[in-house]
């Protein structure tokens, strides 16, 4: 009796360990299932407005399944564990930094405005509907006109030009909205040819310049969305600008503001390399 137990014993363990795998498959798989159908969803209905979210979904999805999958194979065959390593290599590798740029991304938008008067405002442009502010361009309105209230002497650029789907400029857009709301229309300097953030610092440089502002010198506050400020300020530092102050305005709804946040992360990646 004594023997046969401790023949049974390493058996016991081994079916064990199996059955835990087993269960560790089935709660992948599942998972992957989750998460692509909700990524699918996410996809087809474009009003909700979190697209990105469905294709992250997705990829993650598709990571779940090829995990499993590696795995089973890793536990029959060298080659299966090779690959399986090499795989989870390769995502720790992409998956790592996206984290930390994540990270940053919400810290930098998280900063306070600093206290300091600059010497000038940029507002940054974003969608306009028809001749309406989208969402994101209203947040950034908002959070303008509440800085310009506690800095009234000091100019401001507004920047965006006209878009698909755009009956007007962002620039005029904003400009309507501003003075609509009690901002002095003198204050109020367009730029209306930008068509993106590059474009939006660059063309402004030379109106601050007319506005006697060295964005090389002086400090400027720029007003856009939380999650864009980190790319704001990278992008105003390759353009000239010595020392940029980022307003943040943050979405109401709280699964646009995640969705938004994970975009930016690769959004990073698009202007580190490529911009």
Known sequence: ????????????RYDVY?????????????AAAVCAVLGLVLVVFRGLGIRFSGFLLLGLAALLAAEVLLGRWARWSRRGWWCRLAF?????????PLFLLEGYVIAEGRQPPAEDEPAAVIVLGAGVNGTEPS????????????????????PVVLTGGTGYGEEISEAACMYDYLTAHGVEPGRLILEDQASNTAENFA??????????????????????????????ELIAARE????????PAPLPWVHLEINYTLREAFAMVKTFLFD
């Open 1 to 12: 009796m004594k023997r046969q137990r401790a023949k049974q014993r390493p058996l016991y």
């Open 18 to 30: 199996r059955g835990a795998r087993r269960l560790w498959d089935r709660i992948g798989l599942i």
């Open 88 to 96: 989870l290599a390769a995502a720790a590798l992409v998956l790592v």
């Open 135 to 154: 969402l994101s361009l209203r947040t950034r309105l908002d959070a303008a006109l509440d800085y310009l209230e506690a800095h009234p002497e000091i």
């Open 203 to 232: 063309l402004s440089k030379p109106l601050l310049y007319e506005a006697g502002v060295d964005p090389a010198e002086g400090r400027v506050a720029v007003v856009t969305n939380d999650f864009h400020i980190a790319r704001a």
């Open 240 to 247: 000239g600008y010595r020392d940029v102050a980022g307003i």
